[in-house]
């Protein structure tokens, strides 16, 4: 069966710091990825998706990048954090190209930026 | 504009009452795909169901049900005899089939359940 690790689960850093947060997925080949942000009680607001290796679409201009390494590896990134980045941030993925898949989730990372 | 609506912010409810919760979605495409996702406390959403636009018939899942009508452009989800566990944020999403791998979130319910 498939399933999607996503870490650290909750991490605090100073402003201006870099960040990495790692998604694998395993149990699948050629998995959709995203990175969701969740800020401030519940929106979900759709950061990045990848539809293969080294290709990214960035769906929001800010402080943060995702790369897709592997297949199924996707990484999101910031070189210098803000305070607006606070939030939490899901990954997910999906299989296919069909827009009837669904997305399956992470448990998700807690990130404050003080 | 929003896509997807959840007019509902939050909700309470005593415990085995039934609950409904409302989606209403906009779309100009004839093939999309409807969503509801529940995400406890804890964080992770979990996917519920999924329901295509071909597709009206009602689904009915133990105390879970959904009510797929496209005249109204609503997909509500109803909970039957709520427990505590029903606690949660609970997501309407849609996906068409022109946009293709981008999911439209609603803002979410907030659902309690009270003892």
């Known amino acids: 069966s498939q399933t999607i690790h996503q870490w650290p689960a909750t991490l605090v850093q100073p402003v201006g710091s870099p960040l990495s947060l790692e998604c694998t997925v395993e149990?699948?080949?050629?998995?959709?990825l995203y990175w969701y942000r969740q800020a401030a009680g519940r929106g979900l607001q759709l950061l990045f998706y990848?539809?293969?290796?080294?290709?990214i679409s960035s769906e929001v201009p800010q402080n943060l990048s995702a790369s897709r390494p592997q297949d199924r590896q996707f990484i999101l990134s910031s070189k210098k954090l803000l305070l607006s980045d606070s939030g939490f941030y899901l990954c997910?993925?999906?299989?296919?190209?069909?827009?009837?898949?669904?997305?399956?989730f992470g448990d998700g990372t807690r990130l404050s930026i003080l | 504009a929003q896509k997807v609506t959840q007019a509902q912010t939050e909700i309470s409810v005593v415990e085995k009452e039934d609950v409904t919760l409302d989606c209403v979605y906009e779309?100009?495409?004839?093939?999309?795909?409807l969503f509801w996702y529940k995400q406890p406390p804890s964080g992770e959403l979990v996917f519920l169901i999924r329901?295509?636009?071909?597709?009206?018939q009602n689904e009915i899942s133990g105390r879970y049900s959904w009510n797929f009508q496209k005249s109204t452009s609503s997909f509500n989800f109803t909970i039957t005899a709520s427990q505590v566990v029903d606690s949660a944020v609970y997501f309407c999403?849609?996906?068409?089939?022109?946009?293709?791998?981008?999911?439209?979130f609603g803002t979410g319910t907030s659902l309690t359940v009270i003892p």
């Open positions: 997910a993925w999906s299989g296919g190209q069909s827009s009837n898949q669904p997305q399956h």
């Open positions: 149990g699948t080949s050629n998995p959709n």
């Open positions: 990848s539809v293969g290796i080294g290709q």
């Open positions: 779309t100009r495409d004839t093939t999309y795909y």
């Open positions: 329901r295509n636009s071909f597709d009206e």
């Open positions: 999403a849609l996906s068409e089939a022109f946009t293709g791998n981008q999911f439209y």
